[in-house]
């Protein structure tokens, strides 16, 4: 769970409640996800994390805890002791932004510890040692505080797992309404969790007040707990 959401979920679920009450889960159009997909460059795939610094990425807020090294070819977020704001760090965030996109990464998720990623900035699939418990709305791959994901298919706390998500971008008029809104279709460890479901606005994060729009950054949630990632990889859909 992102700290931002706890402000501002109360006002997110009065505007959005209907559609938060009443999730879809439809069969995703197009066939881009699959349980082991190739992921070579020749399908379009780009690394976001050349497995030896953090070039293409840079803190969420520049004056923030900077607890992000990469170890043994993965990107690591190491909880802070004593530090301001106390045993929190920082998300970290592309330097580029992203519209529809396919997003695969491998994530370690110690005992206890909590994370996210954010696509666009704004939709937070959750991150979270949830082994061994039932599917619920906070829970590891819900869409967070949204929508619950369709099994629990976590692994022990440790154990490097997967995520592979499907993303179509919001469509806006001119004017900045929004004409039609962004889908999700999430496999968690080759399993799908969500599919194609309708995503009605923030649900926290660091971009979480700004207007709705077509394209932002992917986000790795720092401020919350320790976690690890490594195989980092997008290619663009529309």
Request: aromatic fraction near 8%; charge should be neutral; charged fraction near 20%.
């Amino acid at each position: 769970m992102s700290r931002y959401v706890l402000g501002s979920i109360f006002t997110i679920t009065l505007l959005f409640g209907a559609c938060a009450s009443t999730p879809r889960h439809e069969t995703a159009a197009g066939k881009c996800a699959r349980s082991a997909p190739c992921r070579s460059a020749e399908e379009g795939w780009i690394e976001l994390f050349n497995g030896k610094d953090l070039t293409g990425w840079k803190l969420a807020h520049r004056h923030g805890v900077d607890s992000w090294s990469v170890q043994d070819g993965a990107m690591v977020n190491t909880t802070p002791t004593g530090a301001f704001p106390l045993d929190h760090g920082t998300d970290l965030v592309t330097t580029a932004e992203f519209g529809s996109v396919e997003l695969y990464l491998e994530f370690n998720i110690p005992k206890n510890s909590n994370s996210g990623v954010f696509l666009k900035g704004q939709y937070e699939i959750q991150l979270l040692d949830s082994f061994g418990r039932p599917p619920g709305m906070g829970e590891c791959g819900c869409l967070y505080g949204r929508v619950a994901p369709l099994v629990n298919a976590s692994r022990p706390a440790g154990e490097w797992q997967s995520l592979d998500i499907v993303f179509h971008a919001p469509t806006l008029a001119p004017s900045g309404r929004m004409t039609k809104k962004a889908r999700l279709t999430v496999y968690h460890n080759g399993t799908k969790i969500l599919e194609n479901i309708d995503v009605c606005g923030a649900t926290g994060g660091p971009y979480a007040h700004e207007k709705e729009r077509a394209t932002g950054p992917i986000v790795l949630q720092g401020d919350h707990g320790t976690v690890s990632f490594r195989n980092i990889r997008i290619r663009l859909l529309e």
